[in-house]
């Protein structure tokens, strides 16, 4: 059994460190002050080094140290991950990149042409992180103020003519959602493989669609109990229409080489703990982040009451932006708990940590060999010229 990893590339600047969380030193997230690189301030000039440069060195990192590609995550506060995905695809050789987007804000006719020329122009590295959106004013953001369920039902229309045009044959669709007249790709983007689809969503509109379209169901860490009835729930939709779902997940991993030197690390960034802004993230119909807030306790005296099992730890959000969960432990025990995932039904993980460059060196290098090599993909030879 093979397992895909990919590792998730800030795109919105990144934290020096989880000890001091709320200094973004990489990227202009929080200006250009003393210590800032990618760019930085030298003689009171910046050096040219743009954020994009060291975007591309994580890429760079992460497929030296064995991770198949990258997740290119999609918010109000971040850069365009299609137009990342392109430039980066000349800094790679076989690194896949997810790139996530929310379907509404596209036409699945235009959607599907920039896929088929970025499959063509890389030969075939492209890869779906489908979201649908977790309302709020991150949705207001877009302008977006369809409801929860609707906002699934779009997607899934929006999926369903993105692969009616795929392939060249004109496709005419009168939906809710959408409206094509004949619509295809040009022969020389049809017939380009159809871009890996990971699919996320707790809700029973979510999984509902995930059965029909996902390759991957895309969940965030839980308890691993919680997980494995997730997933069962999903498996148990997609018999019912013949499909048979894979499943992944996304996990923050702080491994160090003892596991005191890993809890370490969480009691340093403890001291910026901010309950209040992780709750104003977490606002909004998302079902995965109600999830989420149902595992956070009301009060808590210390790091560790938020272990909710060995080496799983829901106070990330507390910390920083983005899921709660996560896994803290020695290099040894962290990879225990992914075999113990795999043992589950996972298969591929989107890995996470911060710094994101130099933590993707350290997973790659100490955790991933773990694993053994023979459990995870190895990438393969890019058929066409790269861009």
């Known amino acids: 059994m093979s397992i895909d990893i990919y590792w998730r590339i800030g795109m919105e600047g990144d934290h020096a460190s ?24 030298r003689a009171g000039e910046l050096d040219g080094y743009s954020y994009i440069d060291h975007v591309a060195a ?32 000349r800094e790679t050789t076989t690194y896949r ?33 489908i979201i649908s959106g977790g309302g709020g004013p991150a949705q207001l953001w877009w302008g977006d103020k369809v409801s929860h369920d609707d906002r699934y039902a779009r997607t899934s229309e929006f999926l369903d003519v993105l692969r009616g045009v795929w392939d060249g044959d004109p496709c005419t669709h009168d939906g809710r959602f ?27 509109a979510a999984v509902q669609a995930a059965g029909r379209h996902a390759d991957y169901y895309l969940s965030w860490l839980e308890p691993f109990a919680d997980l494995r009835a997730k997933f069962d729930g999903v498996r148990a939709h997609a018999e019912k229409i013949g499909r048979t779902p894979k499943f992944a997940v996304r996990i923050d991993i702080l491994a160090r080489h003892t596991e005191e030197a ?31 807030k149902g595992w956070v306790p009301e009060t808590i005296t210390g790091y560790r009451d938020l272990e909710v099992q060995p080496n799983v730890w829901c106070g990330f959000s507390l910390i920083r932006g983005g899921p709660a969960f996560g896994l803290v432990g020695s290099y040894e025990q962290v990879a225990q708990r992914l075999d113990e995932l795999i043992d ?24 991933l060999p773990l694993l053994g090599r023979s459990r995870l993909t190895t990438p393969a030879p890019v058929l066409t010229n790269a861009l």
């Open 18 to 41: 989880l000890r001091t969380p709320r200094r973004y030193n990489r990227g202009d997230a929080a200006g250009y002050g003393p210590g800032n690189i990618a760019p930085a301030v």
């Open 58 to 89: 994580v890429a760079r990192a992460t497929e030296s140290a064995g991770f198949l590609g990258g997740l290119l995550p999609s918010f109000p506060v971040t850069e365009d991950p299609w137009a990342f995905a392109a430039a980066l695809a």
């Open 97 to 129: 990149f997810m790139v996530a987007f929310q379907p509404g804000f596209l036409h699945p006719v235009q959607a599907a042409r920039m896929s088929a020329s970025l499959q063509r122009a890389t030969g075939g590295r492209l890869v779906y992180n």
């Open 178 to 204: 959408f409206r094509t007249e004949g619509a295809a790709l040009p022969p020389g983007l049809a017939g380009q493989p159809f871009p890996e689809v990971y699919f996320s969503g707790s809700s029973g």
């Open 262 to 292: 890993a809890w370490d690390e969480i009691r340093k960034g403890w001291a910026f703990v901010d309950r209040d802004a992780a709750n104003r993230a977490a606002q909004g119909d998302s079902v995965g982040a109600g999830r989420i």
């Open 344 to 367: 589950l039904g996972v298969d591929a993980f989107i890995l996470a940590g911060n710094p994101h460059l130099e933590e993707a060196y350290r997973v790659g290098e100490e955790v």
